[in-house]
């Protein structure tokens, strides 16, 4: 299955592009598999530690969460303002 990845910011800059597609296998698999395939590094730690947030379709997620075909990604720091 082919999906299309986003980055901002610090991400964009770690990966010198803002958007790529991928293909990825397996059966059901889920954004953490995509973390493995991505090799951007310790993507999982930050996530897990809240300094990188996911978005499937344009929603919050979890690196729990399935992902199906053309289904889009995108990874960025949170948002602060005030």
């Given at each position: 299955m082919r999906l299309k990845i986003?980055?901002?910011s610090i991400l964009r800059?770690?990966?010198g592009?803002?958007?790529k597609e991928?293909?990825?296998?397996g059966e059901n698999p889920k954004i953490k598999d995509l973390l493995d395939l991505l090799e951007i590094g310790n993507l999982e730690e930050r996530i897990r530690n809240g300094l990188i947030l996911v978005a499937k379709n344009f929603e919050y997620t979890s690196?729990?969460?399935e992902i199906k075909d053309g289904d889009e990604i995108?990874?960025?720091p949170p948002v602060s303002g005030g």
């Amino acid at each position: 299955m082919r999906l299309k990845i986003k980055f901002f910011s610090i991400l964009r800059e770690e990966t010198g592009t803002k958007e790529k597609e991928v293909e990825i296998t397996g059966e059901n698999p889920k954004i953490k598999d995509l973390l493995d395939l991505l090799e951007i590094g310790n993507l999982e730690e930050r996530i897990r530690n809240g300094l990188i947030l996911v978005a499937k379709n344009f929603e919050y997620t979890s690196t729990t969460s399935e992902i199906k075909d053309g289904d889009e990604i995108a990874f960025f720091p949170p948002v602060s303002g005030g």
